[in-house]
């Protein structure tokens, strides 16, 4: 069974820094795709940033130059370095995995708050 973990989100205020934290289990996470979206109120869920099994990295225009997706092999856990964080940033962050054909996989979810 896939379960996917987030841990990590909170109040923060503009330009400071959160770290994001996605534990997984029943998948192993370095040879397989791992997203994080978001999803602010009243707006589609978003892709923010991907990691491929072979480690290349894919981030929204949105954030580029301040997130940063990482994984820990030994830990089997996703992280999302996010800096210089903005109110627009403000959302609920997912985990997301598709390792099988047709099966999607998310997390429970976790807030992040940006005030100005």
């Known amino acids: 069974q896939v379960q996917l973990v987030e841990s990590g989100g909170g109040l923060v205020q503009a330009g400071g820094s959160l770290r994001l934290s996605c534990a997984a289990s029943?998948?192993?996470?370095?040879?397989?795709?791992m997203d994080w979206f978001r999803q602010a109120p009243g707006k589609q869920r978003e892709l923010v940033a991907r990691i491929t099994s072979g480690g290349r990295t894919i981030y929204a225009d949105s954030v580029k130059g301040r997130f940063t997706i990482s994984r820990d092999n030994a830990k089997n856990t996703v992280y999302l370095q996010m800096m210089n964080l903005k109110p627009e940033d403000t959302a609920v962050y997912y985990c997301?995995?598709?390792?099988?054909?047709?099966?999607?996989?998310w997390g429970q979810g976790t807030q992040v708050t940006v005030s100005s």
């Open positions: 997301h995995t598709s390792p099988y054909v047709g099966r999607d996989y």
């Open positions: 029943g998948i192993v996470v370095s040879i397989n795709v």
